[in-house]
């Protein structure tokens, strides 16, 4: 059977024709008629046949069962377990075209209507994975699967006496045995792949089948393709059928328990081998071409199965630097895009009919429940590219289009910088964030937009006091970084491990040094401003604009505005902008107003830093050369940076709860670098461009 599936995969429906002729279903005529159109059109025979009208859904059914050994069953005429219906929502019942009708303790009883569906294949091995139960599997017409979707309804609306007269089941003669020998086979999946050795062994019957006990439980070393190695729980396997089996049905044993062992955790997470329960497949194992541009994408995706599109989709967003990627279904197709630079950008559209296949494949490789279409879900999964792990943290959304979008976002745990000047801060904005972090306690927060890289920063603050000597202890809402020497915990509002909850029990470790991810409320804002208070060195972020809107929150809040800043040490505000490719800068010339615009800002920097830069006429600007940068002039990004230290006068003004502009006019006049004074300084050193600082700085409030 295993063979035959993939071997059909690969004809696009050509075997098909020969058992429809072999078993005189279509003539002589209609096989050579739609031979030549598929040759001449490049269309799936089984599209041909469709659009002929040549053959129904049950001579189809009866030829995948002639063709892949799988025994026929029509569900109007079976005892349907209402119990075992409910396995498959019904809206993952007709996009599977599956549905479980019946079961008990130790088998899933299967029937499926398209054999050669990935998504079909992805959602049995969803439910293969989910229990201790083998698989019995059955072809069905898609008739009979709307049939027993309408028994399920009945069943919640009846009493059972009732339905069972209403659709009670007629008794059948067994088909006959197939006589159509199985065509040349190749490989495919592993869970076919035990269904095909199965089915090898039954058609052996001149060896003797002797009885034998169920092998104990036990535990051997397996080395997958030699990286990463595995313990194997093994399962007793059930006794092979005999060659009289041949009419019974399909049994899919269950594949064996995986579990990391410490050697393979120490390759995985060789800082923290027992730190995270992620498995780590190859990037090349799903996708085999390199995808580094967008044709290159188009090009590896096209007539692709569903897993390898999954794949290459993966792919391309780490060879293309994305931060995240987009899938977002729509009427008639749906588009694949990618952030790059912190820009998104349309990569790819597949058809529509693709859409809940790539979900459900995404969802397998998540560990989300693929029959769940109504709520959304969130999960992670890890892949290692070039030697270095790379998470993909993915959310679900359901749409009124009856599809779900997906987003993922990227994690290359190996090329993040965590270190602050690498970020971008830099001269006396450095100076002052290295004053305050020398202090054994206080509370530093880091505020800006989603998406602006406040949790690499607050890591890198992390990563600068990670000293053998201190404890640091981290609570966060997503663990985005592995970091050797810390302490880190997830929270889990569903098991009341909320953030407040998580900083109480993280303060029972006597920790130097905390990471919240996060102040949401007030407990989980008291609980850190107190330990700020009490000899700790406190990192958190808020979601504002500007630090002393920082402040002004936790007032908000209901922070006693003297221990706000009694505690505050440093707020540090930043964005995110493009960086000029560095392959090749080209000299450029400024309009005007624009370089007005830049001398103006350096004029205004009241710390010595500004009286170091001198703009005029000879001063030299860049920009990329999109020639040398693959048609794009920027790579990469880099920080602007405001860091608000407290002085007397803010503090004073936080006490009176003043706020707004009052606020911030005193933080520049105590020598605060404003994001847009930070830009232009970048600028002058070639970094970036004065359109990137406009860009992420133009929500910026005037004084």
């Known amino acids: 059977m295993l063979e035959s599936v993939k071997k059909e995969l690969e004809a696009g429906g050509k075997h098909i024709l020969e058992v429809l002729f072999k078993n005189k279903v279509i003539s002589a005529q209609q096989f050579a008629d739609i031979t030549a159109e598929v040759d001449r059109t490049k269309k799936a025979a089984l599209a041909v046949l469709k659009e002929k009208k040549i053959v129904t859904d049950e001579m189809l059914i009866a030829a995948y069962a002639e063709l892949f050994g799988i025994p026929q069953i029509d569900l109007k005429k079976t005892k349907l377990n209402p119990e075992a219906l409910h396995t498959f929502a019904p809206e993952a019942v007709k996009t599977y075209k599956m549905i479980v009708f019946d079961a008990d303790p130790k088998v899933y009883k299967v029937a499926m209507a398209d054999p050669l569906s990935d998504s079909s294949w992805s959602a049995l091995e969803s439910l293969d994975a989910k229990d201790e139960k083998d698989i019995d599997l059955y072809l069905t017409n898609p008739a009979s699967i709307d049939f027993a979707l309408s028994y399920l309804a009945e069943v919640s609306k009846k009493p059972e006496g009732e339905v069972a007269k209403i659709f009670a089941p007629t008794p059948v003669a067994s088909p006959p045995k197939p006589t159509f020998a199985p065509l040349p086979v190749m490989p495919t999946t592993s869970l076919l792949a035990k269904a095909e050795e199965k089915k090898k062994e039954s058609q052996q019957p001149q060896i003797p089948k002797i009885p034998q006990q169920s092998p104990k439980k036990g535990k051997e070393e397996k080395k997958l393709e ?73 090009k590896a995706v096209t007539g692709a199965t569903v897993p390898k599109m999954a794949g290459e989709i993966m792919r391309g967003g780490i060879e293309m630097r994305a931060s995240d990627i987009h899938i977002q279904p729509e009427e008639k197709e749906s588009r694949i895009r990618y952030r790059i630079d912190g820009l998104l950008q349309d990569v790819l559209t597949i058809p529509k009919e693709v859409q809940n296949a790539l979900v459900a494949r995404i969802k397998i490789l998540s560990h989300l429940k693929i029959d769940e279409t109504r709520l959304p879900q969130k999960g992670v999964f890890r892949v290692s590219y070039q030697g270095r792990p790379i998470d993909f943290h993915v959310a679900t959304l359901p749409t009124i289009l009856g599809a779900e979008r997906i987003e993922m976002r990227i994690l290359d745990k190996g090329s993040a910088p965590l270190d602050l000047v690498s970020l971008g801060i830099r001269g006396s904005s450095f100076e002052q964030l290295k004053r305050a972090l020398a202090q054994p306690s206080g509370l530093f927060l880091v505020v800006g937009p989603r998406g602006s890289g406040k949790s690499t920063t607050m890591y890198a603050m992390l990563n600068h006091l990670n000293q053998p000597e201190k404890i640091l202890v981290t609570v966060e809402d997503t663990v985005e970084y592995d970091l050797a020497g810390v302490s880190q915990q997830q929270i889990n509002p569903k098991l009341g491990l909320s953030m407040a909850e998580g900083l109480r029990s993280a303060l029972e470790q006597d920790p130097n040094v905390i990471l919240a991810s996060e102040i949401t409320d007030i407990d989980s804002a008291e609980i850190a401003v107190h330990a700020a208070l009490t000899g700790h060195v406190v990192i958190s972020s808020l979601n504002v604009s500007e630090p002393t809107e920082a402040l002004t929150r936790l007032v908000d809040l209901g922070v006693p505005p003297y221990l706000v800043t009694s505690a505050a040490s440093a707020i540090i505000s930043q964005r995110l902008v493009r960086r000029i490719c560095p392959d090749q800068r080209l000299e450029t010339i400024l309009p005007p107003d624009i370089f007005a615009e830049i001398k103006k800002e350096i004029e205004l920097i009241k710390t010595e830093e500004g009286k170091e830069y001198v703009i005029d006429e000879q001063t030299k600007f860049f920009e990329g050369n999109p020639e040398a940068c693959g048609g794009n002039p920027y790579r990469g990004r880099l920080g602007l940076y405001e860091v608000l230290t407290i002085s007397p006068e803010i503090e004073k003004l936080v006490v009176a709860k003043e706020r707004g502009k009052i606020l911030r006019e005193a933080a520049i006049k105590s020598g605060m670098l404003t994001l847009k004074q930070d830009g232009a300084l970048k600028v002058l050193d070639g970094l970036t461009t004065w359109e990137e600082v406009v860009r992420v700085t133009s929500v910026e409030k005037s004084l």
Do not use: Y
């Open 226 to 298: 030699g990286e990463i190695e595995f313990e194997v729980v093994e399962k007793a396997p059930k006794m092979a059928p005999t060659a009289t089996a041949a009419a019974k049905p399909v049994t899919v044993p269950i594949a064996p328990t995986l579990k990391p062992t410490e050697a393979a955790a120490a390759k995985i997470l060789p800082a923290k081998p027992a730190a995270s329960p992620l498995a780590e497949t190859a990037i090349e194992q799903i996708a085999e071409a390199e995808v580094k541009t967008r044709e290159t994408l188009e």
